[in-house]
């Protein structure tokens, strides 16, 4: 049986790879659709089928999609394209006979106020529209969002964020990918819809406070507003309309967006989430 995994050199695509490949999937079997196939020649090293396609190019994701029986479509980063781009991979997944996709969604993507969500809710829509088994695994935020700048936010001894009380049932990025390679590898998925959060349900302060245990300093949590924090990102040289849809998307903790007690990843990689201060070590 033949799976596709797009963005294989991506974050999560790497990691999903790595994960059927750990689950006993042949290298052989494995096709890593890849903008870039410089990046994939690790891969293509241990036998893992590497073809070209970007997002955009529906003939040759066409071509990339031959002969394939499962696909993991990885959501693309690209926000504002993303549902051409998603419409594009579905497309050439029917026309190539693909039997099943496993799409990386995101946490109540249909009733979520995220912004984030739109183009996750319209690409769901457009999945069951186009006849293709499916399965949707709606991912929660990665504990690897608060590390990129784990050395400043030590240094600082202030965690910021919009929040202000809201838990964040993150879990670490590896965990998810395990899950869409349990679902890519097993038996009744179709039409499922995993709501996939970690155990560790933290609130800013919370997650403050363990970032202060991992650093052996205070690190506390200092609460801005959606517009504040919304500037603070553009002050890092996010553009601005990326700094809106994070700052969007921050704000929709204090919600409850981005939490959830359904215990779906917990049942699909049979163990627990890893532990967060696991991934401030490995970060």
């Known amino acids: 049986m033949s799976i596709a995994v797009t963005g294989a050199t991506g ?34 090293a241990r036998g893992v089928v590497v073809r070209q396609a970007d ?37 050439a997944a029917k026309a190539a006979g693909v039997g099943f996709i496993a799409y990386t969604s995101i946490l109540n993507a249909q009733d979520t106020p995220m912004k984030l969500a739109a183009e996750h809710k319209a690409t769901e829509d ?22 990129n700048d784990l050395a400043g936010v ?26 869409a390679a349990v679902v890519a590898t097993t038996g009744g998925h179709e039409g499922a819809v995993y709501e996939l959060g970690g155990d560790e349900r933290l609130t800013y302060a919370e997650l403050a406070e ?6 052996g300093k205070p690190v506390a949590y200092q609460f801005v507003d959606e517009q504040a924090y919304e ?14 849809i994070l700052a969007d998307s921050d704000a929709a903790i204090a919600k409850g967006a981005l939490d959830t007690e359904s215990g779906d990843l917990q049942k699909l990689i049979g163990r627990s989430s890893t532990p967060v201060a696991e991934v401030l070590k490995q970060a």
């Not at 457009?126 to 590390?147: C, D, H, K, Q, S």
């Not at 600082?156 to 899950?179: M, S, T, W």
């Open 210 to 215: 363990k970032i202060s245990e991992f650093a």
């Open 231 to 244: 500037g603070i990102l553009e002050s890092v040289g996010l553009p601005a309309p990326v700094a809106q």
């Open 126 to 147: 457009v999945l069951t529209r186009i006849g293709i088994p499916f399965a949707l695994l709606r991912n929660g935020w990665y504990w690897e969002n608060f590390t």
């Open 11 to 44: 974050n999560l695509g790497q990691l999903v790879v790595e994960s059927l490949i750990g689950r006993g999937t042949a290298a052989s079997d494995i096709v890593a659709v890849v903008r870039n196939p410089q990046k994939a020649e690790s891969l293509a």
């Open 154 to 179: 030590i240094e600082r001894g202030a965690l910021v964020g919009a929040g202000a009380e809201g838990k964040i049932a993150a879990a670490a990025r590896a965990d998810y990918a395990d899950a």
């Open 55 to 91: 997002y955009a190019d529906a003939s040759a994701l066409e071509t990339a999609l031959a002969g394939v029986d499962k696909l993991v479509l990885i959501s693309g980063s690209e926000v504002g394209s993303r549902l051409a781009q998603h419409t594009n991979i579905i497309d």
